[in-house]
């Protein structure tokens, strides 16, 4: 049974692994001008190394996201790990293009399964469905540490005469560091209705499409992916060789944009402490519906400018969202109900990226996939507004409090900072 160190160390582990996959993830609208002009490609073919890793990612959540409940967090976590790091490391014999894009897809084959995981560890280290969106934020956090980071890294590599596929091979590194220390880390015991549910699998998972809940956060998910993948995929093609007055912002838009994106999670979880997760939520999405406008109606310049703010808005929308989506389902589904939210995540993460490209082919010009993130904006901000007005969750999560976590006694050292 895990202790209050226990849980300290599981928190310190959680962050550690979303800043590792974050470091490759998010480094991909760096790599994808490169790729274009190593391989000769489109837009919509360099975009692969995005849908690569996403698409592999929406088919493990599905598909075996139910192994978190299953057979426990610990040996689901560990199985991810093993198997990005591996597909990471194989960076290092490769040259291909579509050698990269296999690799890619395996090690979001790993991602899918060990972030799965980890997001249901999350609610058996959490004291109420409160906490546990304050964790979440915390953790996408590091997120956003590991997104600068690798974009960081990336540039480092290029300017040393290096290539970026060894960004890759750090991250494999890294995941051995983590696959022995979550190897020796105790776990706390499974939430006891787990027991009960020995036929978890895929079947039961997608029954879990037909709860409005799941299918409205789902939505909520997708509609903030489409608009912060437009910046961190496309911005850096569509500002490229812009020297206009904010042409500094121009060069740095996707660092400053992870920069202000990682603050901001840090400060959402005090926010959300303070004020009705609802209200945040409003606020946020409408804020980054306005720099996207900004973006649309404006120059390259304005764009260099509007889009890295966007950042700071979306910093609470995606770890908020998600973590309500999970707290609305008892502990027991948590592993399953991760799995389907990823995947409706990285669906997104792959189609709205993809339509994007095509966009930008067909009409020679890469601001038209701002036109898109805008739309999926304001659907979001109107679904935000709705939500906060009708609060259609308030009676499924405080049931989910009275029922299904362990008393914030519990946890409340495990809360406290690492020494």
């Given amino acids: 049974m895990a202790n209050a160190g226990d849980r300290r160390l599981l928190r310190v582990l959680t962050y550690l692994m979303f ?32 849908y690569a890793t996403m698409g592999g990612i929406a088919l493990a959540a599905l598909g075996l996201g139910f192994m ?23 960076f290092a014999v490769g040259e291909e293009f579509l050698f990269f894009v296999g690799l890619l897809f395996v090690g979001g084959l790993g991602i899918g399964v060990f972030k799965s995981g980890a997001l249901a560890l999350i609610g058996d280290i959490s004291g109420s469905t409160r906490e546990h969106s304050a964790t979440m934020n ?16 990336v540039a ?16 494999a590194v890294m995941c051995g560091g983590l696959v022995l220390a979550s190897s020796l880390a105790r776990y706390p015991a499974r939430p006891t209705v787990v027991e009960a549910r020995p036929s978890a699998g ?30 961190y995929v496309w911005a850096p093609t569509y500002l490229a060789g812009y020297e206009g007055q904010w042409g500094w912002f121009a060069v740095y838009a996707v660092s400053i944009f992870f920069v202000l994106r990682a ?20 606020i946020c999405s409408g804020g980054m519906f306005v720099c996207f406008a900004i973006a649309v109606f404006g120059d390259r310049g304005a764009a260099a400018l509007a889009l890295p703010a966007s950042g700071l808005f979306m910093s609470v929308l995606y770890p908020t969202i998600n973590s309500k989506g999970i707290s609305c389902f008892d502990k027991g589904r948590h592993g399953q109900i991760a799995g389907l939210l990823l995947f409706f995540t990285c669906v997104s993460a792959v189609l709205a990226p993809l339509a994007m490209g095509l966009l930008g082919d067909a009409f020679d010009d890469p601001k038209y996939s701002l036109y898109l993130a805008a739309a999926c904006a304001f659907a979001l901000t109107l679904l935000a507004v709705w939500n906060a007005v009708a609060d259609p969750t308030r009676t499924r999560l405080n049931r989910r409090d ?11 050292s495990a809360m406290a900072p690492p020494a």
Avoid at 156 to 171: E, H, M
Avoid at 402 to 410: G, H, I, K, L, Q
């Fill in 19 to 50: 800043a590792m996959f974050a470091m490759t993830t998010d480094s991909v609208g760096v790599i994808i001008p490169h790729v274009i002009e190593r391989y000769s490609l489109g837009m919509t073919a360099g975009g692969a190394f995005q």
């Fill in 68 to 90: 978190a409940d299953r057979v426990g967090r610990k040996v689901t976590i560990i199985i991810g790990l093993v198997l990005f790091g591996l597909s990471s490391a194989l």
């Fill in 138 to 153: 915390t953790v996408e956090g590091f997120f956003g540490i590991g997104a600068i980071v690798g974009p960081a890294i």
């Fill in 156 to 171: 480092w590599l290029l300017q040393s005469g290096a290539d970026w596929k060894w960004l890759y091979v750090v991250a």
């Fill in 202 to 231: 895929v079947g039961e998972t997608l029954k879990l499409m037909g709860d409005p809940h799941a299918l409205g956060f789902g939505l909520g998910l997708m509609l903030y992916v489409a608009a912060e993948a437009a910046v």
């Fill in 263 to 282: 603050a901001g999670r840090f400060l959402g979880a005090w926010l959300l402490s303070r004020l009705a997760w609802q209200s945040v939520l409003a």
């Fill in 402 to 412: 009275e029922e299904d976590y362990v008393s914030p006694e519990d946890t409340a």
